[in-house]
């Protein structure tokens, strides 16, 4: 049985830092992409960040560029999304996932070639 257990969320002040792990079982994670996806209150769900299969690639959205970066140890079976420079607007339930039918990340992942989503970690940045 796939499980993907997201952690590492938690409250920070605006500027602070974070580091999300997402421990993968029941699968080989280099043979997959895998995406971060975030969402907020009343908003959907958007993607946030991609590592290709084979770690070939990665890709960000605009928002999170320069700020957020996307890493995996496959041995570990574990992805990680290390967030810097947090702002209120981060504020979200973050979720990992793994695209069953593409390897290479696209520029803006589509939610339903993901699969096997986690229960979520809640980031929460202060003002």
């Known amino acids: 049985q796939v499980q993907f257990v997201e952690s590492g969320g938690g409250l920070v002040q605006t500027g602070g830092s974070l580091r999300l792990s997402c421990i993968a079982s029941g699968l080989t994670l280099r043979d997959y992409a895998i995406s971060w996806f975030r969402q907020a209150p009343g908003k959907e769900r958007e993607a946030v960040s991609c590592?290709?299969?084979?770690?070939?690639?990665?890709t960000y959205a605009d928002f999170v560029k320069g700020r957020f970066t996307i890493s995996r140890d496959n041995a570990k079976s574990t992805v990680y999304l290390w967030m810097n420079n947090l702002k209120p607007e981060d504020t979200a339930v973050y979720y990992c996932?793994?695209?069953?039918?593409?390897?290479?990340?696209?520029?803006?992942?589509?939610?339903?070639?993901?699969?096997?989503w986690g229960q979520g970690t809640q980031v929460t940045v202060s003002s």
């Open positions: 590592s290709s299969a084979s770690e070939s690639s990665t």
């Open positions: 996932a793994a695209n069953l039918m593409r390897r290479r990340c696209l520029e803006s992942p589509i939610k339903h070639e993901y699969s096997y």
